[in-house]
């Protein structure tokens, strides 16, 4: 294995470099429920820019506030990669994807248009040669802003070929430098997605100039094959999401895309800027973000991806890993859990231990992270990785919280009846409640709701050990919506009641700062 990885490397040259283009912040925070807050954003813009994603499409500016401020924070944020906006064929769209893009180093604006029959006659309600004026003019427009400007013609696998050829073939006319061949629907196949990009290689004039880009959609589960496939075709771009997050099924996977040209170099001859160590962070962070959890058996980045249970791969891997294992756990930074420290470990120990995992937080939060390393080692025998992943990720997400729990106590059991006493500080006010409920958790959240009343509904409530045995911590997540509006919030603690109360808070807290902001009603893009 690490055969091919070095001699991947020697064979590295440019016509081979695959430019990895995440969308996990536009298309990724598109799915149903996956909002993320804009301090949130900034967290996974930066792991991403470190990682080395080449562009980052940080959102969709004209679709609300929220997208704006994000484009336009992520933008002066970033060292490394392109900053990308979205936007329709439409003048005001482009104008505001130029606008939030404006500090950036390196931006790109990325316009669209559904290019099918289908989304034409029924969705634009436009005649296709009208289509065709709108590729020259957004592409146009979209030039005064920046020299990188990506068209994409959207639901291109159903589109009549002649049209997509003269689409592209108009795009690149009017100054695109990367034409995106999406599978909007996740309807197409290998074979036919080879076939689609190298007809349009071979046909259209100055195709061979720009750079064909994939994005697939998983409905099949066909994405990374698809995008790959693309590659073999001549395509040198990949849109893809952490945790093949995305619309529906979701998109290609970047964790699989850069793990599969690692391993299997051999047939796979292109390379990646990735840095595939911060691939389980990665994993991790947006997962922890978007609220969306990673299926157990997820390639790569599932908790089972690397584990071993029947005997026989035991016993072949005791002997020698390559057995059962193409890919080692530490190539994508996953350790072994590690006990890592007690309650006698100081400051700088705990620095960098996070270090090590890689967190470097400010002051304030990492004093706060330290107390309650304190608190958590107290409680609990032994402290792993995953103990402090999830102790950090839920300092992180608190730091601005406006609504704070100061306690809780709660009576369960057989006798009831259940009820839970709650106080919050609301902004700098103390204030308790008793409630009851169904159970202890309904208790707990109906004091909350009686401190701060609200009408948001709770679409999403789940409970994980973060580690094994009884004292393991309760990671708790909690989806609340109101109004179109939607904000998840997470919470872990060695008391499930604990951890659900401050994650329902979390959540309550991310939801009225998208209401005060109006950042949560995204325009649907398809
Ligand atoms: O799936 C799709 O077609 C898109 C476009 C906006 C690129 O996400
Ligand atoms: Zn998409």
């Not at 395509?235 to 979701?250: D, H, K, L, V």
């Not at 470990?345 to 705990?350: D, E, V």
Request: charged letters at 25%.
């Amino acid at each position: 294995m690490t055969e091919t990885i070095q001699g991947a490397e020697q064979r590295r040259n440019s016509k081979d470099k695959i430019t990895i283009f995440d969308t996990t912040l536009r298309d990724g925070e598109q799915s149903p429920g996956a909002s993320m807050t804009l301090n949130e954003k900034l967290q996974v813009a930066e792991l991403l820019d470190e990682m080395g994603v080449d562009v980052i499409e940080a959102g969709f500016p004209i679709a609300s506030n929220g997208d704006f401020e994000a484009v336009l924070e992520i933008s002066k944020l970033l060292k490394r990669s392109v900053v990308c906006g979205l936007s329709r064929a439409q003048n005001n769209d482009i104008d505001r994807a130029g606008e939030a893009l404006k500090p950036a180093r390196q931006s790109r604006i990325h316009t669209f248009i559904s290019t099918s029959p289908l989304h034409m006659k029924y969705k634009l309600q436009m005649e296709p040669s009208a289509v065709l004026e709108a590729v020259t003019s957004s592409v146009t427009r979209a030039r005064n802003y920046t020299d990188n400007v990506e068209w994409s013609a959207e639901d291109a696998t159903r589109t009549e070929h002649d049209f997509l050829c003269h689409c592209v073939e108009a795009a690149i006319k009017a100054g695109a430098t990367t034409i995106n061949i999406p599978d909007t629907v996740g309807y197409t196949v290998p074979e036919e997605y080879y076939d689609l990009i190298k007809m349009l290689i071979d046909k259209v004039p100055g195709a061979d100039e720009v750079v064909l880009s994939t994005h697939c959609h998983n409905d099949l589960g066909l994405a990374v094959a698809n995008s790959l496939a693309g590659v073999r075709a001549g395509a040198r771009q990949i849109e893809c999401t952490i945790n093949g997050m995305g619309e529906r099924a979701g998109n290609a996977a970047l964790e699989e895309i850069v793990m599969g040209m690692n391993t299997r170099a051999d047939v796979l001859p292109y390379w990646t800027e990735v840095d595939p160590v911060h691939i389980t962070r990665a994993s991790r962070l947006v997962s922890a973000v978007s609220g969306f959890p990673v299926q157990y058996n997820k390639a790569i980045v599932g908790q089972n991806a690397f584990a071993h249970e029947s005997g026989i791969h035991q016993d072949g891997m005791l002997k020698n890993n390559e057995t059962y294992e193409i890919m080692t756990p530490e190539s994508v930074g996953l350790r072994a859990s590690s006990l890592v420290m007690g309650k006698h470990s100081g400051r700088h120990a705990f620095k960098e231990k996070l270090k090590d995992l890689g967190y470097e937080l400010g002051d304030n939060a990492f004093q706060e992270a330290f107390q309650r390393f304190k608190a958590l080692a107290d409680k609990k025998k032994q402290v792993f990785d995953e103990d402090l992943v999830a102790l950090v990720d839920d300092e992180v997400s608190s730091e601005n919280d406006r609504i704070k729990l100061v306690s809780l106590t709660v009576y369960a059991g057989t006798g009831g009846p259940q009820k839970a006493t709650v106080t919050l500080d609301v902004e700098g006010t103390e204030t308790t409640r008793e409630a009851g409920g169904d159970g202890p958790v309904d208790a707990t959240f109906n004091a909350i709701r009686a401190i701060v009343p609200h009408e948001a509904r709770l679409p999403l409530y789940q409970v994980m050990a973060v580690t094994e045995g009884t004292d393991a911590q309760a990671e708790v997540m909690v989806r609340l919506e109101q109004d179109g509006f939607t904000a998840t919030g997470r919470s872990a603690d060695t008391d499930t009641m604990v951890a659900s109360a401050r994650a329902y808070i979390s959540a309550l807290n991310g939801l009225i700062s998208r209401r005060e902001k109006g950042a949560g009603q995204n325009l649907q893009v398809i």
